[in-house]
């Protein structure tokens, strides 16, 4: 018998197209950004501002946590997003693309070129004073965006590239993920910090404990993003030290789990077939065996991952776009282009990324050290180097935490806007002819 399709189901298979896409999150993310853009350079801009600004409190008594509306987008909502980019990081360690010295040889190795040449790069540009303290804004890689801008090249780009591309995306993270926790962390409260560490230690107890309970995390994980917020570090740090504690090991293998269910299935089937079907209770438990027995087949990080992807990817990362890419242009746009800053978080993107990237990548493969994925040449290289330059989500996080609110902030914003289209558009055209003289 045919399942009937009910109409809800008809009325969203256009949007679950459009979620299945790999260029889906990156459009929105592109949507997200042009809107604040207008928004925030509209007759109307003040209300850009005012709904940012907007005070949001929550608590108990004398437990009270007030913050406006941006920054609990950026300390709270980023915080999920950072336990995703935790989880992919310690899926990659454990069983991806740097799970062997050889094979994380490469994208480490385009990861830190990629981040110390456009670090160079800000830093000769603007030099010392007020800007110095966002050299590290052009070292980050938007993942969505690079791998969005990837798939609208088409079928005919190398899986291999992809895969470099993310790798490299994730050790991209992991460096900047380093670079706050150390260099952009202010006044150090070591009573909160001693409660996080206390949080921490009981959520690593309960990994080895064998707990795999979503809520137990989901708990202790607030408490630790509250302590690390009250001590000074910043918050976002507690998504990736959440990330880490995780369970990543799984109850059941592939054929445990399929002799199991197998027998679950062949069970209800010859009850079926005989003069006393299931009862409504052995279909129940029967299903809620499959169930469980389906849970332990699979491992707690990727369970939380898959489920708290499309949350990121759809819904807190076009927020943050929508909260933090409106910057005023104001009337002397020639001037701004050419403001230090600019340029340096600019040329920093666009050409640090690509000269970093690539003259690395040539260097572990002329050593010996790796060797290029199957399919892929040094021009698709030069093509990924450019979209590395993508920084926008990373970047404009971190120009947030070096220069907070005033004029700086918003000349690092124009940068990042710049470079990432520049460097999407130049990756794409690059990538294009490569195809098309493989």
């Known amino acids: 018998m045919t399942e009937a399709v009910p109409p809800i189901d008809r009325l969203l298979?256009?949007?679950r197209e459009f979620t299945s896409s790999s260029a889906a999150s990156g459009i929105l993310l592109m949507v997200a950004a042009v809107i604040a853009l207008l928004w925030a350079n509209s007759p109307i801009a003040s209300s850009y501002v005012s709904l940012?600004?907007?005070?949001?409190?929550v608590g108990l008594d004398d437990m009270v946590l007030s913050k406006s509306l941006l920054h609990w987008i950026n300390d709270g909502l980023m915080a999920i997003f950072f336990l995703v980019v935790g989880l992919e990081i310690k899926r990659e360690v454990l069983v991806g693309e740097l799970a062997s010295v050889r094979r994380a040889a490469l994208p480490?190795?385009?990861?830190?070129?990629?981040?110390?040449?456009?670090?160079?790069?800000f830093v000769l540009i603007v030099g010392p004073g007020e800007g110095a303290r966002g050299w590290a804004v052009p070292i980050a890689t938007d993942i969505a965006f690079a791998l969005g801008v990837l798939a609208l090249v088409g079928d005919r780009i190398p899986i291999g590239l992809r895969v470099f591309m993310a790798a490299l995306a994730i050790v991209d993270d992991l460096l900047a993920v380093s670079i706050i926790g150390l260099f952009y962390t202010s006044d150090i409260s070591w009573a909160a910090l001693a409660a996080a560490g206390g949080c921490l230690a009981v959520l690593v107890?309960?990994?080895?404990?064998?707990?795999?309970?979503?809520?137990?995390?989901?708990?202790?994980?607030?408490?630790?993003?509250?302590?690390?917020?009250q001590s000074g570090v910043h918050a976002t740090v507690a998504g990736v030290l959440l990330a880490l504690t995780i369970p990543a090991r799984i109850r059941l293998d592939s054929a445990d789990f399929a002799a199991r269910a197998r027998r679950i299935v062949d069970h209800l089937i010859r009850r079926e077939d005989s003069d006393e079907p299931t009862t409504i209770e052995e279909h129940h438990d029967a299903l809620w065996e499959l169930e469980t027995i389906t849970e332990r087949a699979q491992a707690p990080m990727l369970r939380f991952e898959h489920a708290l992807q499309p949350w990121v990817a759809f819904v807190i990362v076009p927020i943050f776009a929508l909260a933090n890419a409106g910057v005023p242009l104001g009337g002397d746009v020639g001037g701004l282009l050419t403001d230090p800053v600019v340029l340096g978080v600019a040329l920093g993107l666009i050409v640090g990324k690509q000269v970093g990237i690539t003259t690395a990548t040539l260097l572990v493969v002329r050593a010996g050290l790796a060797s290029l994925p199957s399919g892929v040449t040094m021009r698709h290289i030069y093509g990924a180097a450019w979209l590395g330059g993508i920084g926008f989500t990373m970047s404009l996080f971190i120009s947030d935490l070096a220069f907070g609110d005033g004029s700086v902030l918003a000349l690092a914003k124009i940068g990042i806007l710049i470079a990432s289209v520049v460097a999407g558009v130049g990756g794409y055209l690059i990538l294009r002819i490569a195809t098309r003289t493989r």
């Open 13 to 15: 298979a256009p949007f």
């Open 52 to 57: 940012w600004e907007t005070r949001l409190t």
């Open 108 to 121: 480490i190795a385009a990861a830190l070129g990629g981040a110390l040449v456009p670090a160079l790069v």
């Open 205 to 229: 107890a309960a990994n080895v404990l064998g707990v795999r309970r979503p809520v137990v995390y989901g708990a202790l994980g607030l408490a630790l993003w509250f302590a690390i917020l």
